[in-house]
C-alpha cells in the first residue's frame, strides 16, 4: 500500500527532534518498524543498459526494481566530514532539500528492509532520518565494520519480492483503477487473476513470476444500484506485514467512482489494518482490520456513509 506519512509518526518525530529521550526514541522505533521508507540511490557505471532502459520513465513516476539492479545508496556529508546514510519517511520530506540536486533513483521499501540495506553501507558514520527537517540520527550497529570501501547494494530475493508486490498494491492497480475505471474493473471482473498477474510482466521481466492466476480469488457482489464490490484475496506467497491480505474495489454505476480499501497484514502479535487509497492516492488509515468475517459488511458500510455525505 502507499507509501504514506502517519499522523503518529510525524508526532513521533517531532517529539524526538524536541527532546531524544527514551520513550521518545522506543515509540518512534515501533512506528518506524510498521513504516515504508524512501533511500536515495544511484546506479553504477557499469549498469547494463538493458536494466537502464526498464528502469527508464517520465520523471515523478514511480518505476518497479528490475530484477539485478544494484542501487548504491547515496550518501550525505556534514560539516564536521562525517557521512550519514539519508533515510526518508516520504517524497514531501526528500523535496525539503534546498540547493541539492534531485536524486536520481528513490526506492521505497519496509523500514526493516531499509536496515538490512544500510549495514552494508560500511563506510559510514550512522543513518539519519529526513535529514532536511528532523535531522534524527542513529547508529548503526554491525558485526564487521572495517572500514572498507562502498559495496553495492544487492537487492535480495525477499526485498526484491516485496517492491514488486508493494509496487503494485500501492501503484500500479489503484492507479489502473483510477484512470480506466468501469472498463478496467469490468476486465478485472471477467478476467480475474489472469489480470493481476499482468501488472507482474514487467518487473519479473527476466524471471520467471511467482504469481498465477490461481493464485487470486475474486468474488464481485452487487449491492445495490449504486454499489458494486469486489473482494480479493491476495496470495499467501511473500505475503509480508504492511501488504495486502485482502483488497476491496468498489465501484458507483450512477456517479461513475471507484474506490480501493486493503486488508493489510499486521506484525507478529499485533491486529490487521484496514487502509484505503484515494483517487488522489492520499492514504487514510481506519486503524485495526474488522474482526475476520467482517470486514465485507465493514467496506460496505464505509462506502454507503460516503455516499449519503
Excluded at 91 to 100: D, L, P, S
Excluded at 163 to 171: D, H, V
Excluded at 236 to 243: F, I, Q, S, T
Amino acid at each position: 500500500m502507499p507509501v504514506k506519512e502517519s499522523k503518529e509518526l510525524l508526532e513521533a518525530l517531532d517529539a524526538m527532534k524536541k527532546e531524544a529521550n527514551k520513550e521518545n526514541a522506543e515509540k518512534l522505533s515501533k512506528l518506524l518498524d510498521e513504516s515504508i521508507v524512501y533511500i536515495p540511490a544511484v546506479m553504477p557505471k557499469n549498469t547494463d543498459p538493458a536494466i537502464l532502459r526498464q528502469m527508464a520513465g517520465p520523471a515523478g513516476k514511480s518505476m518497479p526494481v528490475p530484477k539485478g539492479a544494484q542501487p548504491v545508496p547515496c550518501i550525505l556529508q556534514n560539516e564536521e566530514g562525517k557521512k550519514f546514510f539519508p533515510i526518508f519517511t516520504s517524497e514531501e520530506e526528500i523535496a525539503k532539500g534546498t540547493n541539492i540536486a534531485n536524486y536520481p533513483i528513490t526506492l521505497n521499501m519496509p523500514f526493516k528492509m531499509c536496515l538490512d540495506v544500510m549495514i552494508k553501507v560500511v563506510h559510514v558514520d550512522g543513518a539519519v532520518i529526513n535529514p532536511y527537517s528532523h535531522n534524527i540520527t542513529m547508529n548503526i550497529n554491525r558485526k564487521d565494520d572495517n572500514g572498507a570501501q562502498q559495496q553495492t547494494i544487492k537487492v535480495t530475493e525477499e526485498q526484491f519480492h516485496a517492491i514488486a508486490r508493494q509496487y503494485m498494491e500501492a501503484t500500479l492497480l489503484p492507479g489502473k483503477i483510477f484512470t480506466e475505471g468501469e472498463k478496467f474493473i469490468k476486465d478485472l471482473c471477467k478476467r480475474g487473476g489472469e489480470c493481476l498477474v499482468e501488472f507482474f510482466k514487467e518487473p519479473y521481466a527476466n524471471s520467471v513470476c511467482p504469481y498465477t492466476a490461481d493464485d487470486y480469488d475474486l468474488m464481485t457482489l452487487v449491492i445495490s444500484d449504486t454499489l458494486q464490490l469486489t473482494r480479493i484475496t491476495m496470495p499467501y506467497e511473500n505475503l509480508y506485514p504492511g501488504m495486502a491480505e485482502t483488497l476491496f474495489v468498489t465501484w458507483n454505476p450512477e456517479k461513475k467512482k471507484a474506490g480501493y480499501y486493503g486488508i493489510l497484514k499486521g506484525r507478529r502479535g499485533e491486529f490487521n489494518k484496514l487502509m484505503e487509497i484515494t483517487s488522489e492516492g492520499k492514504a487514510v488509515d481506519y486503524g485495526d482490520a474488522p474482526a475476520e468475517g467482517s470486514e465485507l459488511q465493514h467496506i460496505i458500510d464505509i462506502v454507503e456513509a460516503k455516499q449519503d455525505e
